[in-house]
C-alpha cells in the first residue's frame, strides 16, 4: 500500500515522515525534476506501507514545483490514502490545503499535528466535531514525541480499505451550480475526480485549460452567466474566499482558545529575537558561538591572559601514554577544548589515527617501495586528510539543523528580509542561502520555490559564497595553521571572518546583479513563523546520519579516486619514469602547477612563492571536483615534501604547515587562499545542479564566468590590502568607480 503524506511547511511532515519510517526512509529525486523525493516504510500494520513525503505546499495551485509535484502525485499515482498533516496551532490557515484534498477522490485522514503545544498553550480541539464537519477521520498527535501515531496509522489503513468520492466546502457558495455543471460535463468525459478538476477549471487553472483544452469554452460560457460585485472576474480570487469563508464558519468554531489576547512563549521570544534592532547581531553572535563550540581549542578564552600558563597533562605529571590520559587529552592539555574540538580529538586520535596508523604499518611490510608509497600516500594520508574533518562538519550540521528544526531560521529569514528587499531580493532567497552552509546542492535545488526566474539566477550563483561543510576542512587546517605557525590571531576567530567575508561577497555580488543584468521587481515575500519548539532527537539523528553517509560515500568514491590520480601524476614524469618523492618537482603535476602559477601572483601564491609554490594552485585545482580535495592533496604531496609520517594529533594544521615551511607563503596569501576557494567555482557535483537550474546554457556558461572572476577579484584584494594596508583605497576608489558606471548604465536604460 501506498500512504501520502500532504501538508503545509512547518507543519510537522518531515518529523511525523522520520517518525513513520526511520532508517528505512531514502532520498531521491522527482522524475524529471531536482526537488527531494523521501520514501520510507512503516512496518506496525498488517502489511508494509509505502510511505511517501509530498513536499511542503500551501494549495494545490501549479505556482511551484512543488505544488505540481503533489498535486500531480495524488491525480495520477493514486495513493491508497493521503494523510493531511494539519498544524493545530494555526488550524484555520492549514485548513485550506485540506479543502482542496478533500476535493479528489482519494482516501484521506486529517492527522492534527503539535497537540502538545496546543495543550501547553491551554488551547483545545474538538477532535469529534471537527471530524463530523470534515467528513473523513481526524485524529490528534504529536509528531515531535510521537504520540498518536499508531491510532493515525490503524484508522489510515481502514481508510484505505474504501473508496472515498471528493466533496467540497464551496457546495453552498454561488459557485457551487458553476462548479456543478461543469463536474457533469468532465464526469461525461470520464475524467477522475472530475469535482478537482471543475474546481480547477472554473478558478482558470493554467494546467487544467492545457489539459481540457475542449471543455474551456464550456466553461468561459458558463462564466458568463456569473457576475459579482467584489471580485469581478477573478474567479480564483472568488474561490478562495469562499474557501476561507466556510473554514471560518464552520471548521474554526471547533478550537476553543484559553485566552486570545494572551501573548505566546514564542510571540514574547520574537520580541526579542525578531527585533528591529537586535535581530541581525543576535543572528551574528549565534552564528558565532556556534562557530567557537564547534571549532576553538581556546573554549573558556582563557588562554588569552598568557601565553601557556596553564598546565599541560605533561606537567602535571601525568603518564601521556597511557591510554586513559591520552583520552583526558582529547578534552584538556594545557587549554579547555571546545565541544566539536574535543569530538575531534577524539576521532582522530583514538579510532582514525590508530586504525589508519595500523595499517600503514601492515603496508609498510610489503617492501615494494612504489607500492608503499602509493597505498600509504596516496590513497591511506588521503582519506585520513578527508575523514579527520568528519566530527566537526558533523557538529556544525547539527547545530543549524537545530536552528532550522526549532523555527529560529524562519525568523532570520524575516528579519533579513527588511534588507535583502534593498538589493533586489525577497527574504525567502535567505532559505537556499542559508542552506548553502550545509551543501550547494540542494541549496541551489530550494532555489525553485523563488517566483522569478532572475531572483533565482542570482541566488543560485551567490550560493557557493556561503561556505559549505565541503570547505570547512579549508578553514579550519589552514586558520589552525596560521595560529600554529606565525601565532597570529585566534582560529574560530579567522573561521567566522570568512564566513562572514563570503556572506558579505554575496551581498555585493547581488546587489551588482539586480542593478545590472538581473534587475527585476522585488518578489512579496510572505511566509508563517512556525511556534519555537525543541527538536526532536530522533530526527536530528537522523538528518546527521544521512549526512554521514553523503560524505563517506563521497570520501570513498570521487575523492579517493582523486587522491589516487594526484598520487600518480605527481610520482610520474611526462616520460612515464617513477620519481621517488624527493624528485616530485620534475612530475607531471609540478610541470601543470609551474605552467598555471604565475597567474595567482596577484593573490599571493603564485611566481612570489619558493619551489613547492605551485602545490597551493594545484590543491585549488583538484578542489573543483571536490572541495574536500583541497586537504586531501595537500596531505598527500606534504607527505612527500616531508618524507616521514605526519605528527597524527594535528591532522590537516600539519599538512598547512608543511607547506608554509616548504613555500614560504605569507598569512595574506594564505587567507586569499581560503577566499579564493570560498568564493570560486564550486565541486562539480553543484556545477551539474546549477546547470540543471539555470535557465539556459548561456545562463550557465556566464556563472561558470561570474564565480572565476568574483573569487579572482575577492583574493587580489585579501591579499593585497593584507600586504599592503594602502592598496585598501586603491580598491575603495574601484568601487566607486563601478557604483558610478551602474547609476550610469541605469540612467541609460530608462532613458530608452
Not at 481526524?138 to 466533496?167: C, F, H, N, T
Not at 606534504?638 to 598547512?656: F, K, R, T
Amino acid at each position: 500500500m501506498n500512504f501520502a503524506l500532504a501538508g503545509n511547511p512547518n507543519c510537522g511532515k518531515t518529523t511525523l515522515f522520520n517518525a513513520l519510517t526511520g532508517s528505512t526512509a531514502h532520498v531521491g529525486n522527482w522524475p524529471g525534476v531536482t526537488v527531494d523525493k523521501r520514501e520510507g516504510t512503516y512496518k506496525k500494520l498488517e502489511q508494509k506501507v509505502q510511505i511517501v513525503d509530498l513536499p511542503g505546499i500551501y494549495s494545490l495551485s501549479p505556482y511551484t514545483p512543488e505544488e505540481v509535484i503533489s498535486r500531480n502525485y495524488i491525480l495520477d499515482e493514486h495513493p491508497d490514502c493521503v494523510i493531511n498533516i494539519v498544524d493545530a496551532t494555526n488550524l484555520e490557515r492549514n485548513l485550506y490545503l485540506t479543502t482542496q484534498i478533500l476535493e479528489i477522490d482519494v482516501p484521506v485522514v486529517v492527522a492534527l499535528n503539535m497537540a502538545d503545544a496546543l495543550e501547553k498553550s491551554g488551547d483545545r480541539v474538538d477532535v469529534k466535531a471537527l471530524e463530523e464537519k470534515i467528513g473523513v477521520p481526524v485524529v490528534s498527535i504529536s509528531a515531535l514525541k510521537g504520540q498518536g501515531i499508531d491510532e493515525l496509522m490503524q484508522r489510515a489503513y481502514a481508510a484505505a480499505q474504501r473508496p472515498r468520492e471528493g466533496r467540497t466546502v464551496l457546495q453552498d457558495s454561488a459557485l457551487a451550480h458553476l462548479i456543478r455543471d461543469v463536474q457533469i460535463a468532465l464526469a461525461g468525459q470520464n475524467v477522475a475526480s472530475p469535482l478537482f478538476h471543475a474546481v480547477k477549471l472554473v478558478e482558470g487553472d493554467e494546467l487544467e485549460t492545457k489539459a481540457h483544452a475542449s471543455t474551456v469554452k464550456m466553461v468561459e460560457a458558463f462564466k458568463k452567466t456569473f457576475t459579482d460585485d467584489t471580485f469581478g472576474d477573478d474567479f480564483e480570487a472568488l474561490v478562495a474566499d469562499a474557501r476561507y469563508g466556510y473554514i471560518s464558519k464552520n471548521f474554526a468554531s471547533a478550537l476553543h482558545k484559553k485566552n486570545t489576547q494572551a501573548l505566546t512563549k514564542s510571540d514574547k521570544a520574537d520580541r526579542v529575537l525578531t527585533n528591529r534592532w537586535g535581530g541581525i547581531p543576535i543572528f551574528l553572535a549565534i552564528l558565532f558561538a556556534i562557530f567557537h563550540l564547534t571549532f576553538s581549542e581556546n573554549f573558556l578564552f582563557l588562554n588569552g591572559f598568557g601565553d601557556g600558563w596553564m598546565p599541560t597533562l605533561e606537567d602535571l605529571g601525568m603518564d601521556t601514554g597511557n591510554f586513559g590520559v591520552q583520552l583526558l587529552a582529547c578534552v584538556y592539555d594545557g587549554t579547555v577544548y571546545s565541544p566539536g574540538v574535543i569530538i575531534n580529538n577524539l576521532w582522530n586520535n583514538v579510532i582514525v589515527g590508530n586504525l589508519f596508523g595500523l595499517l600503514s604499518g601492515a603496508v609498510e611490510n610489503i617492501g615494494v617501495d612504489w607500492v608503499v608509497g602509493f597505498i600509504n600516500n596516496g590513497i591511506i594520508e588521503g582519506l585520513a586528510a578527508v575523514l579527520s574533518f568528519l566530527p566537526q562538519i558533523l557538529v556544525l550540521f547539527l547545530f543549524f539543523s537545530i536552528l532550522e528544526d526549532s523555527g529560529y531560521m524562519a525568523r532570520v529569514a524575516f528579519i533579513l528580509d527588511r534588507i535583502f528587499g534593498k538589493f533586489g531580493l525577497s527574504g525567502r532567497a535567505f532559505m537556499p542561502m542559508i542552506m548553502g552552509f550545509g551543501c550547494s546542492i540542494p541549496a541551489m535545488i530550494n532555489t525553485r520555490t523563488l517566483a522569478d526566474q532572475k531572483e533565482r539566477t542570482a541566488t543560485v550563483r551567490v550560493i557557493p559564497f556561503f561556505s559549505c561543510g565541503a570547505k570547512l576542512p579549508i578553514l579550519t587546517a589552514i586558520a589552525g595553521a596560521i595560529v600554529v605557525q606565525f601565532g597570529v590571531g585566534n582560529a574560530d576567530f579567522i573561521t567566522f571572518g570568512m564566513y562572514v567575508l563570503g556572506v558579505a561577497t554575496a551581498i555585493v555580488a547581488v546587489l551588482v546583479m539586480r542593478n545590472t543584468t538581473m534587475r527585476g521587481e522585488v518578489p512579496p515575500f510572505i511566509m508563517e513563523l512556525p511556534a519555537y519548539h525543541l527538536p526532536q532527537f530522533k530526527s536530528l539523528m537522523i538528518h546527521l546520519w544521512d549526512k554521514c553517509k553523503h560524505f563517506i560515500k563521497k570520501a570513498f568514491t570521487i575523492i579517493l579516486a582523486s587522491t589516487i590520480v594526484i598520487w600518480f601524476i605527481s610520482h610520474f614524469s611526462f616520460d612515464w619514469k617513477f620519481l621517488a618523492d624527493e624528485q616530485i618537482n620534475e612530475s607531471i603535476l609540478a610541470s601543470i602547477g609551474m605552467f598555471v602559477q604565475p597567474l595567482f601572483t596577484p593573490l599571493g601564491f603564485g611566481a612570489q612563492l619558493q619551489n613547492w609554490g605551485w602545490v597551493f594552485v594545484v590543491a585549488a585545482v583538484t578542489g573543483l571536483i571536490a572541495k574536500e580535495n583541497v586537504i586531501a592533496t595537500f596531505g598527500v604531496l606534504a607527505a612527500c615534501i616531508i618524507g616521514s609520517a605526519l605528527p597524527e594529533d594535528e591532522e590537516g594544521i600539519s599538512y598547512v604547515v608543511a607547506m608554509i615551511d616548504a613555500t614560504g607563503i605569507t598569512v595574506p596569501a594564505l587567507i586569499a587562499f581560503i577566499a579564493f576557494n570560498m568564493t570560486t567555482i564550486p565541486c562539480f557535483a553543484a556545477v551539474a545542479t546549477a546547470r540543471a537550474e539555470l535557465p539556459s546554457k548561456k545562463s550557465f556558461n556566464w556563472t561558470l564566468l561570474f564565480w572565476l572572476v568574483t573569487s579572482y577579484i575577492v583574493a587580489a584584494a585579501v591579499y593585497t590590502v593584507g600586504s599592503w594596508w594602502w592598496t585598501i583605497f586603491l580598491w575603495l576608489a574601484a568601487a566607486v568607480l563601478i557604483s558610478l558606471g551602474i547609476v550610469w548604465f541605469n540612467r541609460r536604460k530608462k532613458a530608452v
